[in-house]
């Protein structure tokens, strides 16, 4: 048989004049020159034939090139083919050789092997054997043929195999010998800068950094991907919404992914990817659940040995773990799986139809058999199934809304037609606490009434009197956010009666609400003792979010105690609980160190989490939490001589607090206008502003600017036996160094100096600074003129270098450092000792754009392990623990 050699197989593709510029991945290649295989392993798409013919361009080795195609499994005409690809490394290889291969009887193989690699040891010059298209090779003696090259292959030739799926060679023999280099779809696709380049440089696209970025994650860096999207939006003016809307049903994806991959499968293959497409995540026997197998007894499902099978054909199949047990589709080829099925495009199975519904429904009852509730009721939701879908969000006694699941029950609820929802009143409650829970307040009362209208003609019975008890707690929770302790305690006591014992999760609920309405009334140690209560149920059985509240509301009788190591502690903690990105009510804690650090006279990470609780607060859509955050960002202002600074945030505060009807943080406002209006020299506005809003402690600071001690002595009184009654530690403190100070005044010098050593007791364990420091003049000369103990003198000289710390020189270079003179040394106490590399600056972005260490992992091309190694060098540098904090203080010190 006469074997026609067609030249075209044996081009090198030439290279592109527009292309992307890989760098990382020649090197790669290049550095796989010291071993005798290269892999180029992905699916369709994935410009592996680019990759090699632009390395080839590049590395300076002469090179030989052969395209597959299904005819070359005979292996007469493959080893034709290989003896005339070789020819372009030395002229002379294989001659003589052509005319035995035409003949009846060729010689073995590994003879007609053993002539080509001694004449390819005998050219000196290294080169390059690229066998491309590999994965249609199935013929076992050509596969046989390439092992036989490989294990004998001279040292100057290097062996490459695009393939889309791994060929039947000794890898694993390879791959310990270090004689192989693999280069997968992870490491193929684009990142976010060879997209950009891509759909800029080589399609001519003028698109966004932000549309480039979307278009990527979207693609998930599949080259073919994005160049059909190119495709589609040539000409569009939108191309934001297109973006926004691409998925694997676009016309040139779906052409291309059923031409080039969903059709080049067996039935029984297409069947199973459009079956289990339904899926986000699978799993072998999560598989044959879906698909109606029973896998029981088997060594190995039906599905496992399925997925091994996409895995190894590199069918766009992406592992979630190391073991290979649970996968997922790549996205783009997900879209188009369930695009076909949507619309009853089944595959030919045996004639078996399965409609979607069912589908779901098949893996909501496998995942709650094997106890994964959040998956059963994604599922069950998915199938249309409302009964199901609630009874798995009310869960064991936990709802699914207390265990961090509050979005996609919240999403689902929001999906549903009224009467659906006003079929099973229990769905309204759902609803007004998820809402409750993402600070969306202003809706929460309608659901509220929308349960009780379903409610109206039903028995009561347990379920009803408990769903009773649920609604009220829910109120409770609103009197909270606007600080009405009358409502709050007869919501709470309401819902304590009408709750069934065994809702642990809403009485611990109501028993956090009743500890804040005490904390109202100043009753602290009935506060105290409620906090603990719901904190010892609401982490026995997992309810995060009242393992939150109650933990804050520790926190915050903590600080009124003084306790402020403590207290610090406990906001830490919640910073933990509340994740990463972090709940909303983390603004709570954030605010609580930005108080703590403040008094601590850390004004850098005092400032840093009071920007970050402003940030968070801005998320709830109806709360006095910002305005909170501003007061104290006020203060933390003033504290550097940021006078007007101090002032305008406090009028924008103000006038926010008054448009809103905040009208329990008007004092709050007022509290810090004083002092300000004191460095202003408006003593008798200040005055004015102290008497109206009844703040003793600001009327004691203007009567002492005044010059009027004995006046605010006789204001301080009462104060200081009020707060010893009330047990607020932090207020009395303060009256204790005012009341010192205008005894100082006075000439009371032994008074004085008697009540300057009771506060400086209560203040030294908490580590107060602040509480003297903002006193300003009148309390330094008190510690400077005042005997103290022996056992306080090194207290008394860490809070004088406080003062000294605020001369007007230090106050003008700290404030311009601020501004922006000097932003690259913002802590002047605290410099960054170490710069951040170019790669920390990288991730550094990433982590402030929101992306999770995976996805930073997934964007960069590093393992996770290695990210989260650059996680702990950037914490380290910035000398920050957590990534909230990371970003506020590099945003601070100018690195974002």
């Known amino acids: 048989m006469t074997i026609t050699i067609v030249d075209a197989k044996l081009y090198i593709p030439p290279a592109r004049s527009k292309a992307v510029a890989r760098p990382r991945l020649l090197e790669r290649l290049n550095e796989g020159l010291q071993g005798k295989l290269t892999i180029l392993s992905a699916a369709a798409g994935y410009g592996k034939t680019t990759l090699a013919s632009e390395w080839l361009s590049v590395c300076g080795r002469r090179a030989a090139w052969l395209s597959l195609d299904e005819g070359d499994n005979d292996p007469a005409r493959f080893l034709t083919y290989l003896f005339a690809a070789c020819r372009s490394i030395g002229v002379n290889i294989g001659e003589g050789v052509f005319a035995v291969l035409q003949s009846p009887q060729p010689p073995p193989a590994e003879s007609l092997l053993t002539t080509l690699l001694n004449e390819i040891a005998s050219v000196s010059e290294p080169s390059i054997l690229v066998l491309d298209d590999y994965h249609v090779i199935t013929a076992e003696p050509v596969n046989q043929a390439v092992a036989f090259l490989l294990e004998h292959l001279p040292p100057q030739m290097h062996l490459v195999i695009a393939t889309r799926e791994d060929p039947a060679l000794p890898l694993p023999r390879l791959r310990v010998r270090h004689q192989l280099t693999e280069l997968r779809a992870a490491d193929l696709r684009f990142n976010a800068a060879e997209a950009a380049e891509f759909l800029g440089g080589v399609m001519g696209l003028a698109l966004s950094a932000e549309d480039v970025r979307l278009l990527e994650s979207r693609t998930e860096g599949w080259i073919a991907g994005l160049q059909l999207a190119a495709l589609s939006m040539q000409g569009r003016n939108d191309t934001t919404s297109f973006i926004q809307s691409f998925t694997g049903s676009h016309k040139f994806v779906l052409d291309y992914l059923i031409e080039e991959v969903l059709q080049q499968q067996p039935a029984s293959i297409q069947a199973f990817l459009q079956f289990t497409s339904v899926l986000d995540k699978m799993c072998g026997p999560l598989c044959d659940a879906v698909l109606g197998k029973d896998s029981e007894g088997a060594s190995r499902s039906t599905g496992q040995r399925t997925l091994e099978y996409l895995e ?94 509050v979005t996609p029950v919240l999403n689902w609820l929001q999906s549903l037609p009224e009467e659906e929802l006003a079929a099973i009143p229990s769905l309204w409650v759902m609803y007004a606490s998820a809402l409750l829970m993402t600070g969306r307040l202003s809706s929460v009362e309608q659901k509220l009434q929308a349960a009780e209208q379903a409610l109206h003609d039903a028995v009561l019975d347990e379920k009803t009197r408990d769903l009773i008890g649920h609604i009220a707690s829910i109120r409770a929770m609103l009197a909270v956010s606007k600080h009405q302790a009358d409502p709050i305690v007869a919501e709470s006591r309401r819902a304590l009666e009408y709750l069934h014992p065994d809702n642990l999760a809403v009485r611990a609920a109501a028993a956090w609400t009743l ?324 790669r920390e600056l990288e991730i550094l972005q990433l982590i402030a754009q929101g992306l999770s260490n995976r996805e930073i992992g997934d964007r960069m091309f590093l393992a996770l392990s290695t990210v989260k190694g650059y996680n702990r060098n950037i914490f380290d540098k910035l000398q920050v623990s957590r990534r909230t904090e990371a970003i506020a203080r590099a945003r601070m010190l100018g690195l974002l």
């Open 312 to 405: 190894h054909a590199n069918l766009f199949l992406i592992p979630l773990d190391n073991e290979r047990r649970w996968y997922r589709y790549h996205h783009l080829f997900a879209d188009l799986l369930r695009e076909r099925l949507n619309q009853g495009l089944y595959p030919p199975e045996g004639g078996e139809e399965k409609s979607v519904s069912e589908l779901h429904l098949r893996a909501s009852q496998w995942y709650e058999d094997n106890g994964f509730e959040l998956e059963a009721f994604h599922h069950a939701a998915a199938a249309g199934d409302t009964r199901r879908a609630a009874r798995l969000t009310e869960g064991e006694g936990m709802p699914l809304l207390f265990r961090g699941a």
């Open 515 to 838: 500890g804040y309405a005490y904390q109202l009334q100043g009753e602290q140690g009935l506060a105290g003792a409620a906090y603990n209560e719901a904190l010892s149920v609401s982490k026995r059985i997992g309810h995060v979010m009242i393992t939150i509240m109650a933990t804050l509301g520790r926190g915050n009788i903590q600080e009124a105690e003084n306790r402020l190591p403590d207290a610090a502690g406990n906001y830490l903690q919640v910073l933990e609980w509340a994740g990463d990105p972090p709940l909303p009510v983390a603004c709570e804690a954030h605010l609580g160190l930005a108080r703590i650090y403040y008094e601590w006279n850390e004004w850098d990470t005092a400032m840093m989490h009071g920007q970050q609780s402003i940030l968070l607060a801005g998320q709830f859509e109806d709360s006095d939490r910002e305005v909170a955050g501003k007061v104290l960002l006020a203060k933390l202002k003033l504290a550097r001589g940021a006078v007007s600074e101090a002032a305008a945030i406090l009028e924008q505060a103000d006038d926010f607090a008054r448009q809103r009807q905040y009208w329990t943080q008007i004092p709050h406002i007022a509290a810090v206008q004083v002092p300000v209006m004191l460095h202003q020299g408006n003593l008798e506005a200040a005055a004015i502003l102290a008497e109206q809003h009844g703040l003793p402690l600001s009327l004691a600071k203007v009567n002492l600017a005044l010059g009027d001690a004995a006046a605010a002595l006789a204001v301080l009184e009462p104060v200081l036996r009020q707060t010893a009654v009330k047990g607020r530690h932090d207020e009395r403190l303060k009256g204790m160094i005012l009341y010192a100070a205008a005894l100082y005044k006075c000439g009371d010098k032994s008074g004085a100096a008697h009540a300057l050593a009771d506060a400086m007791r209560t203040a030294e364990p908490g580590g107060c600074i602040r509480s003297f420091a903002d006193e300003g003049p009148e309390a330094e000369r008190l510690l400077r003129g005042s005997e103290v103990p022996g056992e306080m003198l090194d207290y008394r000289r860490k809070l004088l270098a406080a003062f000294a710390a605020e001369t007007p020189e230090t106050l003008e270079i700290l404030t311009s450092s601020q501004t922006g003179a000097s932003r690259h040394h913002i802590r002047t106490d605290q410099p960054l000792f170490e710069k951040l590399s170019r």
